[in-house]
């Protein structure tokens, strides 16, 4: 663990068989503001929508991120139906839960084309935008993300927990667009968990837009 007393004093102190504070340092890891927990949707009829949703792995640190990130499959290898959902501890990625029913996401759909060119880099940006907190207060609003795999195009979403705070939905929409580098004609939308529950996802209004 890391301490504040002085270098000096560590140095004076450990003995020849004790492992040297350039080494010690190594094994410091980053923390993150929030734990994060990755979920994995895969759509099997055969069961239930909670039984195909299964957490892989939660994290707090940079380099404990970095060690899942780079030992999963990357969006656009995943097949037809699957998802994947990064939201902070304590927030399951459904619409029921107590931290999401009152809010909605911004949503980008993506076309087949950009499954190869764009997908995967815009999910990673995502991902770096909540485990960065790059909102700046509006972070707090972040519940988590979604990337859905799906034939006719993908589709990416951030969630956030109250559709009626629109200061905070408009820094993180207006923010995001910047982040991923979207063309200033390229409209993205932010719809509410109820509207979007209430009518198919083709259909559904958006409240804000950016």
Not at 66 to 81: C, D, E, R, T, V
């Amino acid at each position: 663990m890391a301490t504040s007393e002085p270098r000096g004093t560590e140095s004076e102190e450990a003995s020849n068989d004790s492992p040297t504070p350039a080494v010690a340092e190594q094994y410091i890891k980053h923390p993150l503001q929030n734990r994060w927990a990755l979920w994995y949707f895969k759509n099997d009829k055969s069961k239930s929508w909670t039984e195909n949703l299964r957490l892989i792995s939660k994290f707090d640190t940079v380099e404990d991120f970095w060690a899942l990130y780079n030992h999963i499959q990357q969006p656009s290898k995943l097949g037809f139906g699957c998802d994947y959902c990064l939201f902070k501890d304590g927030i399951k990625p459904m619409w029921e839960d107590d931290r999401n029913k009152l809010g909605g996401r911004w949503l980008m759909t993506l076309s087949k084309q950009q499954r190869h060119n764009d997908l995967d880099r815009y999910w990673m940006e995502t991902l770096l935008c909540l485990i960065g907190e790059s909102f700046d207060e509006a972070s707090e609003d972040v519940c988590g993300a979604v990337v859905n795999v799906r034939p006719k195009g993908d589709k990416i979403a951030i969630w956030t927990g109250n559709c009626q705070n629109r200061d905070a939905i408009m820094t993180i929409g207006l923010q995001y667009k910047e982040r991923l580098n979207l063309p200033i004609k390229t409209l993205i939308g932010y719809q509410s968990h109820d509207d979007t529950s209430s009518k198919s996802g083709s259909t559904t209004k958006n409240m804000y837009s950016v």
